[in-house]
């Protein structure tokens, strides 16, 4: 049974909710919304080189060095990926050809139960 | 039925709820079925569900979305899916996917289709001996797996179900349209680790129903007595808001081939070197979708159905959200046992 007390907030509330909900559907909401997302990415780009250097100033690593440290691990990381399809590639190659390398085309290895 | 509490009994639970949702401590654990980590590579984990009542075969592999975490599909445990077709005899397994970092960043719809999945289903075949297995795609994890069926017709998939699965990116508002109609680009949203955030996500989802944190709060207060209300509303409402990041090179991919080409729909998706189409889809096949989900709206999902390839494809139309399948009264009552009688029509009793 509802209580008495969400009357009037469900009378208020599902008008407001279907003019919202239709709302962020329209053009204007998108075009606005776009517009607030660039303006913040930029004010954001614009501010960070500021605040990393003051970071630096007292020997902390800023966000961008974080993130370079990050990527080269992530791009090594990648490398190694590929080494190990193109080893299995190579393992299950059937004499004379060059298997396509997918990774469906090898057992894999399974680790140990959880 | 237990008799509800009277008016006092139900002031004092409400107090002793309210205090444990103020302190943070009534968070439910989740996931709880019993499972094996059997395979993983990279961020690709397959989980096998454990049972002593196996009785239908092929093996049944739900493949998750990359945009959400698993964990919904047993979140709790009466009304957890993976639960459920557990209980009814199925060997389940589970591929997904953990949080990506900025190594995925440069991952593809190919990284899956032809990568990730088809060793997992190998290693499916390995673990439970069958041949073949039937595929569950949820979300956008069944795009991955009508993409694979596509791709790779020498895999053995017996039955593929999608459920709440995107085809039409032109009916699937907000989200797709800042992309589909070049407001935003998706450089604009890629971050330096070249990761879509995970709260750029969440700010997408939120926007969706802007009223909603502030209902689901009278809600919870309206219900707070009800500790079976509260620990549901808990549960669902971290799993809601705990989202991850999303690769970039596969957003870019995302947005340009399927929601500005709309090639789902089209039938037809640039995959790899060549194209693939949905027509090639010959399995028999089954389309679950909710008319109420607004995340992937019914309209999306539904101009699925005739694209496939098979004589034997079916809907399933619920009257539910977007996670009306997985969890919930509603599922647990009615999406769950549709599922797994339409799952069990089409396997062998063993």
Redesign the interface.
């Known amino acids: 049974m509802t209580p008495l007390w969400r009357l009037p907030f469900d009378a208020v509330e599902r008008p407001l909710s279907a003019l919202s909900e239709s709302w962020v559907q329209s053009d204007t909401f998108m075009d606005a919304t776009a517009v607030a997302f660039r303006v913040q990415r930029r004010l954001s780009r614009a501010v960070q080189p500021y605040i990393g250097q003051w970071l630096n100033l007292w020997g902390i690593p800023s966000r961008s060095d974080a993130v370079l440290i990050s990527n080269q691990v992530a791009s090594l990381e990648r490398q190694l990926r590929e080494l190990r399809q193109e080893l299995r590639g190579v393992e299950s190659e059937p004499e004379g050809g060059r298997g396509n390398g997918a990774v469906a085309q090898q057992p894999v290895r399974s680790t140990g139960r959880a | 039925m237990a008799e509800a509490p009277g008016l006092l009994e139900r002031q004092y639970f409400r107090a002793r709820n309210g205090l444990a949702y103020m302190t943070g401590e009534t968070r439910p654990k989740v996931a709880l079925t019993p499972?094996?980590?059997?395979?993983?590579?990279?961020k690709a984990r397959l989980?096998r569900y454990r049972s002593g009542n196996r009785r239908y075969s092929p093996p049944v592999l739900i493949v998750h979305s990359l945009v959400s975490k698993s964990y919904v599909l047993d979140l709790l445990p009466n009304t957890s899916m993976l639960r459920f077709l557990v209980g009814e005899g199925f060997d389940m397994f589970l591929l997904d996917w953990e949080p990506p970092?900025?190594?995925d960043?440069?991952n593809t719809l190919e990284t899956y289709v032809?990568?990730?999945i088809?060793?997992a289903?190998?290693?499916v075949q390995?673990?439970s001996g069958a041949d073949a297995t039937t595929l569950i795609g949820y979300c956008f994890g069944g795009v991955l797996t009508l993409l694979l069926a596509a791709a790779?017709p020498e895999?053995p998939v017996r039955n593929m179900m999608v459920m709440a699965t995107p085809c039409d990116y032109r009916q699937t508002?907000?989200m797709s349209?800042?992309f589909l109609?070049r407001?935003?680009e998706p450089e604009?949203?890629i971050d330096?680790?070249?990761l879509v955030p995970a709260r750029a996500l969440d700010e997408g989802f939120q926007?969706?129903?802007?009223?909603?944190a502030?209902?689901q709060r009278?809600n919870l207060f309206?219900n707070l007595w009800n500790d079976t209300f509260v620990e549901s509303f808990l549960a669902m409402g971290h799993w809601a808001r705990d989202q991850v990041p999303f690769p970039g090179a596969l957003f870019r991919q995302t947005v340009e081939v399927l929601i500005r080409q709309n090639a789902l729909r089209e039938g037809a998706i640039p995959l790899g070197r060549g194209e693939v189409h949905l027509k090639d889809v010959t399995c028999p096949f089954l389309n679950a979708y909710a008319d109420q989900d607004?995340i992937t709206p019914a309209a999306s999902s539904a101009p699925l159905t005739p694209l496939v390839g098979c004589g034997d494809a079916t809907e399933l139309r619920l009257k539910s959200g977007h996670v009306g399948f997985v969890a919930g009264r509603h599922a647990a009552k009615v999406a769950q046992p549709q599922i797994a009688d339409w799952i069990r029509q089409r396997s062998e009793q063993t």
């Open positions: 499972r094996d980590l059997v395979w993983k590579e990279d989980w970092d900025p190594a960043a440069e032809d990568g990730y088809p060793a289903m190998h290693a390995r673990e790779h895999l508002g907000f349209n800042m109609e407001r935003l604009d949203v330096d680790t070249g926007t969706i129903k802007p009223t909603d502030v209902v009278v309206q607004t």
